[in-house]
Each structure stands twice: as C-alpha cells, then as structure tokens.
C-alpha cells in the first residue's frame, strides 16, 4: 500500500507495476478489502504534499500527527484494518 502513495506522488511506471502486480496477490491473499486500500493510498498520495521536496531533516523534530497534518497526510485506516485482518487470521 505505501507504494501506492509513491506511485501517485512520483508517477514511476516501475512502482506503478510493482502496485498493479501487488495488488492482485494481495487480492488473492487478503481479500477485495486489500483493493480498497490500496486505492485509499494513491489517492491520500495524490492530494499530500510533494514529499521529495520537504525538508526532513526539520520534520523530524515534530511529532507525526504534526508532520501529517502540515502535508495533508490522511492516516491509512484503510490499510491498517487490513492488515490487522490478516493478522488476526494468521494468529
């Protein structure tokens, strides 16, 4: 799911196949949920700051709620849920 989000900030067709290919396999092993996610995370890409261009070294100093919040960075509550999912189903 996070390279989902690159995806959609840098628009490199590498990531952009490694998130088609992912996606799938996650299908098969997390259910249609995982789709949902990974649709969340390239678009919370598409509207968040250009993150390349931050300067990190200043953030790091901030908390994270701080850092999201001066990006317009959404929490990934989708991603989250799935994953806590699949690791419900794995215990």
């Known amino acids: 799911m996070p390279l989902a989000f690159s995806y959609a900030q840098t628009k490199n067709r ?5 998130v088609v290919v992912g996606a799938f396999r996650a299908v098969r092993h997390l259910g249609p ?6 649709w969340h995370a390239y678009r919370a890409g598409r ?16 908390p994270v ?7 317009a ?9 799935v994953l806590a ?6 215990a």
């Open 33 to 38: 949920r995982a789709v949902k996610a990974v």
């Open 47 to 62: 509207h968040a700051s250009w993150l390349p261009a931050e300067d990190w070294a200043r953030n790091l100093s901030l």
């Open 65 to 71: 709620e701080e850092v999201r919040r001066q990006l």
């Open 14 to 18: 590498g990531i952009g196949l490694i």
């Open 85 to 90: 999912t699949a690791q419900a189903a794995a």
């Open 73 to 81: 960075i959404k929490p990934p509550t989708e991603y989250r849920e």
